[in-house]
């Protein structure tokens, strides 16, 4: 028998769970060379820990398939 789905827990819900803004929360998730402040990635990270936050493989993939794609020939 199949489980039920979880709910989707977006980076929108880690970043209002841990009180700071979502480009704060995707810089500490996704890795980038920017510094936060080490109180903001402490709050993300155990918000996202709390949350059972996990990345999105096909939206990054969406978001990056414009990167992708050769422009025509002109």
Do not use: C, F, N, Q
Not at 15 to 26: C, L, M, N, P
Not at 27 to 36: E, I, P, T, Y
Request: glycine residues 8%.
């Amino acid at each position: 028998m199949p489980h039920a789905a979880r709910p989707t827990v977006t980076l929108h819900d880690v970043a209002a769970a841990a009180g700071v803004s979502v480009s704060t929360a995707s810089r500490v998730l996704g890795g980038s060379a920017r510094k936060v402040a080490p109180e903001y990635e402490a709050r993300v990270l155990a918000a996202a820990t709390a949350l059972k936050y996990t990345v999105d493989a096909s939206a990054g993939a969406m978001r990056r398939a414009g990167d992708s794609i050769p422009k025509k020939a002109g």
